[in-house]
């Protein structure tokens, strides 16, 4: 099985321009929050780009690792590497979640505060 090269890259810069934006969404609210005398919600879509990193680290190491030796893989092996990447991407989809979530408690904390 190949991956689709384009689709990858792609799909990595995707990835890290979320993480940036996050990360940079983060630090606003952090600066927004000495105005309404709030504390520690920045903190939240920190740790929802923590979990976008941990996605990406984790797929491309699916990529890099399992995707070529599901190429080459004989039938004694097919059904435990496609177990394997499986495996890998229900974790980058709980990932994912995750970081969503995150997210999105940091905004709805913030307009909640900011709204009293």
């Given amino acids: ?9 792609l ?4 990835i890290l321009l979320t993480i940036v934006s996050l ?3 983060g630090l606003i609210v952090k600066r927004l929050l000495v105005l309404i005398k709030g504390k520690g919600i920045w903190i939240f879509p920190i740790i929802g780009s923590l979990f976008l ?3 990406a680290v984790f797929h491309v190491y699916r990529m890099l690792f399992y995707f070529p030796l ?8 097919l059904f435990d590497l496609i177990i394997g990447s499986l495996s890998l991407s229900r974790i980058e989809s709980f990932l994912l979640l995750g970081s969503g979530l995150f997210s999105l408690v940091g905004g709805v904390l913030y307009y909640t505060a ?3």
Avoid: N, Y
């Fill in 1 to 9: 099985m190949r991956a689709d090269i384009p689709a990858e890259i």
């Fill in 11 to 14: 799909f990595i810069v995707a």
């Fill in 23 to 25: 990360f940079v969404f």
């Fill in 53 to 55: 990193l941990v996605l």
């Fill in 70 to 77: 599901l190429g080459t893989a004989g039938p004694a092996d």
């Fill in 114 to 116: 900011s709204s009293r």
